[in-house]
């Protein structure tokens, strides 16, 4: 597998200083072992931590009926998608698998449209406040895979147009952060809310990241 | 695919980034531990074969082809045919999230039955042995049949 390498920038949270980090446009038995043996294993972490803080279970981050094996299994069966991972210090801080050819845009004007739909996006454990990483590691990875989630969109000719159904702790995010439209539940989708950039969007995404 | 990003770009989303949660996509969820799945046996002895047996007749009441049923819940065919031929069969999550949408009954009920959860519910354990006992695949459903799955419907259908 060939695998190229854009250079990036990270925010290191508890040094308060950026840090050079990499995106590949893959994600590799090297990300799938990170995960593995260091994501499950903090996450683990985390949980018994929420469980010791005495922290109400509902209160804990969502999850789902999966188990280890199941996820592991899906995701190597989606990774014949396009996707991209973010390394940095040597670790998988971020992942992300996305689907080119069968989803189409529900927003009225530029419904039926071709777009990137992003199937999967996840933060390393240590990146995410709500285990109680406080600080977390990195800032900025959630911004940097939806940019390149963009990119690919512009190259398959989409003009950057691109979709996903967000974890309900993540609207926030979509919404304000990324500027995306929120198109409400769906119910077909285990309720998840389903946002949706236009061009016009992408424009004032990439833009923003340029203000002063 | 080579990726221009400037460095004040990276900064600048990251701030405004913040601490927030990015997680999409149903993979995204973290998943439960291990230790809270309770194996199969401690729920009942063949789940699969309840679970089973459930979808076959929901499949065969509403008229519709495993194909087509496949199609319009967006399940794959093969874990279709595996949930209803294979009684050790253990069908994924989603898939038993897509068939409780499509056949308008509670997700979490139909996750005990599917023997993805552990049972709250001993209402559902004991007729869901009843319901499979009661129950033989043929082509058309008997009226037995359809009172079984109406009977085991309503029990699954209370909330």
């Not at chain 1, 190259?155 to 993540?170: C, D, K, T, V, Y």
Request: hydrophobic letters at 40%; one cysteine or more; aromatic letters at 8%.
């Amino acid at each position: 597998m060939t695998v190229t390498v854009s250079p990036i920038v990270l925010f290191n949270v508890e040094f308060g200083e950026p840090v050079n980090a990499e995106l590949w446009d893959a994600i590799t038995e090297k990300q799938l072992a990170d995960w593995e043996a260091d994501w499950n294993a903090e996450l683990l972490l985390a949980l018994q931590r929420l469980n010791r803080a005495g922290v109400d279970r509902k209160q804990w981050p969502q999850s789902r009926h999966w188990n280890w094996r199941k996820k592991t299994e899906c995701i190597q069966k989606m990774l014949a998608y396009p996707s991209f991972s973010i390394m940095c210090d040597g670790m998988t801080q971020g992942m992300m698998i996305l689907d080119t050819p069968s989803k189409r845009c529900r927003i009225e004007c530029q419904k039926g449209k071709n777009l990137v739909y992003i199937e999967y996006l996840e933060n390393a454990p240590w990146n995410r406040k709500e285990l109680l990483f406080d600080p977390p590691r990195f800032r900025g990875i959630g911004s940097i895979l939806i940019l390149a989630a963009i990119m690919l969109s512009k190259e398959e000719g989409f003009n950057g147009r691109i979709g996903l159904h967000s974890l309900p702790q993540a609207n926030s995010f979509y919404a304000n952060s990324c500027g995306m439209t929120d198109l409400g539940i769906d119910p077909n989708y285990q309720g998840l809310h389903y946002f949706e950039m236009t061009e016009q969007q992408v424009v004032a995404f990439i833009a923003k990241g340029s203000e002063l | 695919m080579k990726i221009e990003i400037t460095k004040e770009w990276c900064l600048r989303m990251a701030h405004l980034e913040g601490d927030a949660e990015i997680g999409a996509g149903l993979l995204s969820f973290d998943p439960i531990l291990d230790s809270d799945l309770l194996p199969v046996s401690d729920i009942l002895d063949e789940p699969g074969i309840v679970f089973g047996r459930f979808v076959q007749l929901m499949r065969r009441d509403h008229g519709l082809t495993i194909e087509k049923l496949a199609q319009d819940s967006d399940v794959e065919i093969a874990e279709l045919l595996e949930i209803e031929d294979d009684a050790h069969h253990r069908p994924q999550g989603r898939t038993v999230y897509q068939l409780a949408n499509y056949f308008k009954v509670p997700h979490r009920n139909l996750l005990q039955v599917a023997g993805l959860t552990a049972p709250r519910d001993s209402r559902i354990v004991e007729e869901g042995v009843r319901f499979a006992a009661r129950l033989e695949p043929v082509a058309e459903l008997s009226p037995e049949e359809r009172a079984a799955l109406e009977a085991f419907v309503a029990v699954i259908g209370s909330e």
